[in-house]
C-alpha cells in the first residue's frame, strides 16, 4: 500500500508540470524510438541479405577454373582451363559427401523473338541445376537428361526475359533465335529477384550446357561445376573430396597450387551475417546515444524539482518521514518518467519501422528482444539518473529544509 501512494504522490508531481515533465520524457521517448527502428532496419537487412544468398541455393559448393598463368602473368580466377566434362562425371562417382551436380558453361547474345529482341546470358545447365538453386517452374517443363545427351535446342526462360520477349502471351511451345540457333520454349522460371551483389537473376535463359558448348560456343571445356552436398554439415567434407580427387585428376603435385577454387556458399552467408550484425550494432550504438541524453535530462529535472521542493520535503521529514522513504519517493518519480517514454518510445519505434518499410520500401523487423532491451534501458537510465537526485533530497537536513525560501 505504501508503493502505491508513493506511485500516486509521483503522478500529481508530475502533472503539476505537465509540460516540463513530457520535454523530459522527450530524450526517452525519442531514444528508445530510434534504438528499436535501428535494430528493425538491421535485422530487415540482415534477413534481406539471408534471403538473397539462399536463392542461390543450399549447401552449394561452386567449382571454377584456376587461374592462367603464362610467362609468369597470371589471367585470375576463371581463366584456366582446366574442368571437363568427365571431371564432373568423377565427382559425381567418387565424392560421396556429393548429392546433386550440375556442369556449367556460359554464352551472352541476341535473343530474338518475332520482332521483339533481348540480350541476356545463356547460362548452360545440368538437369540437377533447379533443384541445386532450389528454382521453381513458373509453368511449362525443364529439360531432361534426354534433352542434354542429345543437346538439343531446347531453353527456359527467366521472368524477365519471357516478359520482355512475351509481354502478351505465354511463350511455353514458342521458338526463339539464340545466336541464330532456333530453340523451343519449354518453360518459364519463378521470380527470383536480385541476388547479394544486385544483379537481376530473371534475367537469363537456360539451356543444356552440351547445347550451349555444341551449339553456340564450341569451348570444349566447362565454365563452372556447380555441387549440392547431401547435407550442411557435408559442406567441408564435400569441398575437401572435390579438391583432392580434381588435384589428382589434374596431376597436380604436392606441393603445387590448385588449378581450379571452390566457393563455399556458407561462407559468403556467414561472412554477409557478420557485416549486417555489425551494422545493426554500430545503428543501435547511435541510437542508444539518445538514450543517454535523455537520462540527462530526467537528472537534470529531479534535481531542479528537488530545489524547488526544499520545504516540502522538510514538512514530511518532520512528520515522521524517513530518509529512505524520500529517496523512494524522489526515485520513483524519475522512474514514472522514464517508464512513460519506454512505452511511448516503443509505440513510435513500432510504429515509424511501419513506417520506414511502407514508404521507402526497405524490410524491417521488429523482435522481442529488441522491444525488451529498449524497455530495459529506460528503466535503467530511470534509476541510474534519478538516483542522485533522490539522494540529494534524502540527505536534506530538515530544518535547513524548513527554513528554505
Known amino acids: 500500500m505504501k508503493i502505491l501512494n508513493i506511485l500516486i504522490s509521483a503522478f500529481r508531481a508530475l502533472q503539476r508540470n505537465k509540460m516540463r515533465s513530457f520535454l523530459t520524457m522527450l530524450g526517452i521517448i525519442i531514444g528508445v524510438a530510434a534504438v528499436i527502428a535501428m535494430l528493425a532496419i538491421g ?9 538473397q544468398i539462399s536463392s542461390l541455393g543450399t549447401n552449394v559448393l561452386i567449382v571454377y577454373p584456376g587461374s592462367q598463368n603464362t610467362g609468369g602473368i ?47 546470358g545463356i547460362e548452360g545447365t545440368g538437369s540437377d541445376y533447379l533443384e541445386i538453386r532450389k528454382w521453381g517452374i513458373e509453368y511449362g517443363d525443364f529439360y ?57 537473376q530473371d534475367d537469363v535463359v537456360l539451356a543444356p550446357w552440351t547445347t550451349v558448348k555444341r551449339r553456340l560456343t564450341w569451348f570444349p571445356y566447362l565454365r563452372q561445376i556447380l555441387v549440392s552436398a547431401t547435407s550442411p554439415g557435408n559442406i567441408p567434407v564435400a569441398q575437401t573430396q572435390i579438391t583432392e580427387l580434381l588435384r589428382m585428376r589434374h596431376k597436380i603435385a604436392p606441393y603445387d597450387a590448385d588449378d581450379f577454387s571452390i566457393r563455399n556458399q556458407a561462407d559468403l552467408a556467414n561472412a554477409a551475417t557478420a557485416t549486417t ?22 537528472m537534470n529535472i529531479m534535481l531542479v524539482s528537488v530545489t524547488e521542493r526544499t520545504r516540502e520535503i522538510g514538512i514530511r521529514m518532520s512528520v515522521g518521514a524517513r530518509s529512505r522513504d524520500i529517496l523512494m519517493q524522489f526515485l520513483i518519480e524519475a522512474l514514472v518518467l522514464s ?3 519506454g512505452i511511448t518510445g516503443i509505440l513510435l519505434g513500432v510504429g515509424g519501422s511501419g513506417a520506414i518499410s511502407s514508404l521507402a520500401k526497405w524490410p524491417t523487423i521488429i ?18 539518473f534519478g538516483f542522485y537526485p533522490a539522494r540529494k533530497a534524502a540527505m536534506l537536513n530538515p530544518i535547513d529544509a524548513l527554513r528554505y525560501e
Open 144 to 200: 531432361t537428361d534426354a534433352d542434354i545427351k542429345a543437346a538439343a535446342k531446347v531453353c527456359v526462360l527467366g521472368k524477365t526475359v519471357a516478359d520482355a520477349l512475351f509481354p502478351d502471351g505465354s511463350p511455353v511451345g514458342q521458338t526463339v533465335r539464340i545466336r541464330n540457333v532456333p530453340c523451343k520454349v519449354l518453360g518459364v522460371l519463378t521470380k527470383k529477384g536480385q541476388n547479394a551483389m544486385g544483379q537481376d
Open 74 to 120: 597470371k589471367g585470375g580466377a576463371g581463366t584456366n582451363t582446366t574442368l571437363t566434362e568427365d571431371d564432373c562425371i568423377a565427382i559425381q562417382r567418387e565424392c560421396p559427401a556429393v548429392g546433386l551436380i550440375s556442369p556449367g558453361t556460359r554464352a551472352g547474345g541476341q535473343i530474338i523473338a518475332g520482332n521483339m529482341n533481348w540480350a541476356t
Open 367 to 384: 523482435t522481442f528482444f529488441s522491444i525488451l532491451l529498449s524497455f530495459g534501458f529506460s528503466i535503467a537510465i530511470g534509476i541510474f
Open 43 to 51: 535485422q530487415g537487412a540482415q534477413y534481406s541479405v539471408e534471403q
Open 339 to 341: 517508464l512513460l517514454g
Open 277 to 298: 550484425q555489425i551494422l545493426t550494432i554500430l545503428l543501435a550504438s547511435i541510437a542508444s546515444v539518445s538514450l543517454l541524453v535523455g537520462g540527462i535530462g530526467i
